[in-house]
């Protein structure tokens, strides 16, 4: 209304003052204000209203309306129309674009504010002094508070006085460069007790606009804190309890070739705490014959599976060391475990190992011995001086004593105080092996020291009367000693056979005698049942038959 009355007293002054007549050109910057201020048909009216000034102005002052005022006239309204036209035209549009971003403003904000009313951690903004002005109910339930007793509250206020200083001095530190700050804190429930929470300040705003310039985050971790603190705990304990028992935790990554470890473990290895080494370095130390247990990654089709090994290895400060290694394997070029150092145990075992075995050593040869006296007074009993020679009957005593100190020798040097029929038969006929002239088969039969004792009497007695009277005092006779199962199982009878061949016996088997005796004449030699004697014409043949329970070590 203002531009269109300036416009037609504008007009009038023309025509008043005599001035130039602008042809209607005057009244375009109104249209054009008009069409941009107001509605369509608010421009269009406007536009005829000078028009029709105009023209009326002219026809005043000049007493007639010539046809060209008319028609500037009109032009002046199409004018003005078109212009209202394309002006409301670009109204309408700017206003729906308009009300499309403000649709989704709006929208965006009310997804906003129903997260922040719903969100599971308490959410304020607040000013620059720290004092809340616009809290989430979250916010509210954790502290206790009713939402209107908390705005209007510093935060400092709800800090424990144990962690004020901190916030402070966060507060007061605060700037473009550094616009956050998030620490554990401890904040007082309206009824005093105590809330653990993760808080987070963020400036909102520039330094220049301080107002509602902090936004405030809590997040409740006293749960999660009390867990931490557990497990803390449980690991202090766990620590401790590998610690007595002289433990220590490893783990070994095949895929990155590390090896970390507690600071027990390395002290195990006599190696300086770090938190990994490369696993190529243990190489130095571990025992050649171990390093494959430890290098060798688990297989990949296992899954979880049982690790334990030992290892030997070689400390730097000198002494080597057997070393435990046990735990689970995950299939993923990983194991993990512990370790415990078994030197002192693994000494201890093989001591009292060696004490046993000493001991029962021991109690064998207090046995054989015990047995021994009566073997020899049966030898004393048994030898007869023959025609009174007293030379004579001492030394054959003294050669089957003599046997018999060999045979107890050859017993004493076996670890469990037995020997084999081998080596008794190799022991007596061993002058005459270089010779060729005698040949010896047979298994690898242990026998017990008792019978061993008896069967080299046997053995010895063979050989004796062989050199006498029979081949091996001869050079042209062999000897052939062989031993075997019965059926050819192990649980069977043995049978023994002398063999000699190349000689006939110069002299028969006495039926009397100590040798005879020994021999079994009569089917019931020393140790062994059904003995059997054949003189040939080209030798002599000698048997005798052993059950498992005679020779059993």
Do not use: C
């Not at 062994?528 to 002599?540: I, N, T």
Request: proline share 4%.
């Amino acid at each position: 209304m203002a531009v269109l009355v300036a416009t037609l007293l504008f007009e009038v002054a023309i025509f008043l003052t005599g001035g130039t007549d602008p042809a209607f050109l005057e009244f375009v910057p109104a249209i054009v204000v008009v069409a941009f201020l107001e509605n369509r048909l608010v421009a269009i009216g406007s536009t005829l209203l000078m028009a029709a000034a105009g023209l009326g102005a002219r026809v005043i002052v000049g007493g007639q309306s010539p046809a060209d005022e008319w028609v500037r006239a009109i032009l002046l309204g199409l004018a003005g129309g078109m212009i209202a036209f394309l002006f409301d035209r670009s109204r309408r549009s700017l206003q729906a674009a308009l009300d499309v971003k403000l649709a989704a403003v709006e929208a965006a904000g009310s997804r906003y504010r129903r997260a922040f009313e719903r969100a599971a951690l308490g959410f304020a903004t607040a000013d620059d002094r720290g004092k809340l002005l616009w809290l989430n109910k979250r916010l509210s339930v954790l502290l206790g508070y009713p939402e209107d007793d908390l705005v209007g509250r510093r935060i400092d206020e709800l800090v424990h006085h144990g962690d004020q200083a901190l916030l402070k001095s966060s507060l007061a530190a605060l700037t473009s460069e550094v616009p956050w700050f998030s620490s554990e804190v401890r904040l007082i429930r309206k009824d005093g007790s105590t809330l653990w929470a993760w808080l987070t300040l963020s400036l909102s705003a520039s330094d220049t606009v301080p107002s509602d310039s902090l936004f405030v985050v809590v997040d409740d971790i006293t749960e999660r804190r009390a867990a931490r603190e557990a497990l803390v705990a449980q690991n202090e304990w766990l620590d401790l309890a590998l610690s007595a028992g002289r433990l220590g935790t490893w783990r070994i990554d095949y895929g990155q070739d590390a090896i970390s470890g507690s600071r027990q473990f390395w002290e195990i290895l006599g190696l300086p705490p770090m938190a990994f080494r490369p696993l190529s370095d243990l190489s130095s130390i571990v025992h050649p014959a171990d390093w494959d247990k430890l290098a060798t990654p688990p297989g990949t089709n296992l899954r979880a599976a049982n690790y334990d090994v030992e290892i030997r290895l070689k400390r730097p400060d000198g002494p080597v060391r057997w070393i435990a290694l046990r735990g689970r394997e995950d299939g993923r070029d990983q194991r993990i475990g512990i370790a415990a150092d078994l030197t002192e145990r693994r000494q201890t075992t093989l001591l009292r190992a060696a004490v046993r075995k000493q001991e029962t050593l021991m109690l064998e040869l207090r046995h054989r011995f015990s047995n021994l006296f009566p073997v020899i007074t049966a030898i004393v009993k048994m030898q007869d001086a023959p025609e009174g020679n007293i030379v004579k009957f001492k030394e054959t005593l003294v050669e089957r004593i003599r046997t018999l100190e060999a045979t107890h020798m050859l017993l004493t040097r076996g670890a469990d105080g037995s020997s084999s029929i081998r080596e008794l038969v190799v022991q007596e006929l061993q002058p005459f092996s270089n010779d060729g002239k005698t040949t010896i088969t047979g298994p690898d039969i242990k026998i017990s020291g008792g019978t061993a004792e008896s069967f080299a009497m046997i053995i010895h007695e063979l050989t004796t009367n062989s050199v006498k009277h029979g081949v091996l005092g001869d050079a042209e006779g062999r000897v052939e000693a062989r031993w075997a199962f019965a059926s050819g199982g192990t649980a069977e009878v043995i049978v023994f056979d002398w063999i000699e061949t190349g000689r006939r016996r110069a002299a028969p088997i006495k039926r009397h005698g100590f040798g005879s005796m020994v021999l079994g004449v009569d089917g019931t030699p020393l140790v062994g049942h059904s003995s059997q004697f054949e003189v040939r014409e080209d030798g002599f043949r000698y048997s005798l038959r052993l059950s498992p329970k005679e020779i059993q070590a």
